[in-house]
């Protein structure tokens, strides 16, 4: 899976490699240890990332909700893990997300987006205790990963706007280090057909990362909190 990560960009950076046309505002991210929203001392402490989805044919940023609130949950923070929505080998990913009531509204009616980041964190599930490493792109760019978002409107009349982050089988790279799963992690020619594609089209970019394309690092397990930002979480 993929449920911990890094945003360390400009938004000129960011902006540019999703071709977004608005013009970017000052400054960026400066974030080292991003995890989904949780619960803490019985309230929630949402976590909002920038998120590229397109609104009729302009691709606009948006800071969406991590993980994915149900359309009908009404805005409140599911009690079970929505970070990630699986696809599995051998089966169409339409046919697994049907089967996959928080996510199957979200695919069906095409909400796609993708979500820019500098690296994620996995952890070697061979080690005791689990090393935690890492990932990032191996040419120093940034890694966009598919996501499915939902709206969620809730009693008192918010809506909360929330993505899923979509993961595949491993590569090479991450069965080394002890891993199970990867986020689908699009390249720039696949932006719009992951966007705006049929979901066909879109289904056919989930897909393990290609070979060659990650690097892995181990870092401090003080990670393993995710409250802690210190700055040699930093490539």
């Given at each position: 899976m993929?449920?911990r990560?890094?945003?360390?960009?400009?938004?000129?950076?960011?902006?540019?490699?999703?071709?977004?046309?608005?013009?970017?505002?000052?400054?960026g991210?400066?974030?080292?240890?991003?995890a989904?929203?949780?619960?803490?001392?019985?309230?929630?402490?949402?976590?909002r990332?920038?998120?590229?989805?397109?609104h009729?044919?302009i691709?606009?940023?948006d800071?969406?909700v991590?993980?994915?609130?149900?359309h009908?949950?009404h805005?409140?923070?599911?009690k079970y893990?929505?970070a990630n929505?699986?696809?599995?080998?051998g089966q169409?990913?339409?046919?697994?997300?049907?089967?996959?009531?928080?996510?199957?509204?979200?695919w069906?009616?095409?909400?796609?987006?993708?979500v820019?980041?500098s690296?994620?964190?996995?952890w070697?599930q061979?080690t005791?205790?689990?090393?935690?490493?890492r990932?990032?792109p191996a040419d120093?760019?940034?890694?966009?990963?598919?996501?499915?978002?939902?709206?969620?409107?809730a009693?008192?009349?918010?809506a909360?706007?929330?993505?899923?982050l979509?993961?595949?089988?491993?590569?090479r790279?991450?069965?080394d280090?002890?891993?199970?799963r990867?986020?689908?992690?699009?390249?720039?020619?696949?932006?719009?057909?992951?966007?705006?594609?049929?979901?066909?089209?879109?289904?056919?970019?989930?897909?393990?990362?290609?070979d060659?394309t990650l690097?892995?690092?181990?870092?401090?397990?003080?990670?393993n909190?995710p409250?802690?930002?210190?700055?040699?979480l930093?490539p």
């Amino acid at each position: 899976m993929c449920g911990r990560g890094g945003l360390n960009y400009s938004w000129k950076r960011v902006y540019s490699y999703l071709n977004i046309l608005d013009e970017p505002p000052e400054g960026g991210q400066h974030r080292l240890n991003v995890a989904p929203s949780g619960r803490k001392g019985g309230e929630v402490s949402w976590t909002r990332i920038p998120s590229c989805r397109s609104h009729d044919g302009i691709r606009r940023l948006d800071p969406l909700v991590w993980p994915l609130v149900p359309h009908w949950a009404h805005g409140q923070l599911p009690k079970y893990a929505t970070a990630n929505c699986r696809s599995e080998p051998g089966q169409a990913f339409s046919t697994t997300v049907a089967k996959k009531p928080a996510f199957r509204t979200a695919w069906k009616r095409s909400q796609r987006c993708l979500v820019p980041f500098s690296w994620f964190y996995e952890w070697d599930q061979r080690t005791r205790p689990k090393q935690p490493y890492r990932v990032t792109p191996a040419d120093g760019d940034l890694l966009v990963m598919a996501g499915l978002w939902d709206r969620s409107e809730a009693p008192e009349g918010d809506a909360i706007e929330s993505f899923t982050l979509v993961t595949t089988e491993p590569n090479r790279l991450l069965r080394d280090i002890g891993h199970h799963r990867a986020p689908v992690i699009l390249e720039p020619e696949d932006f719009e057909t992951w966007l705006t594609g049929s979901p066909g089209e879109a289904e056919r970019l989930l897909r393990p990362p290609a070979d060659g394309t990650l690097m892995a690092e181990p870092v401090t397990k003080a990670v393993n909190n995710p409250g802690y930002e210190g700055e040699d979480l930093q490539p």
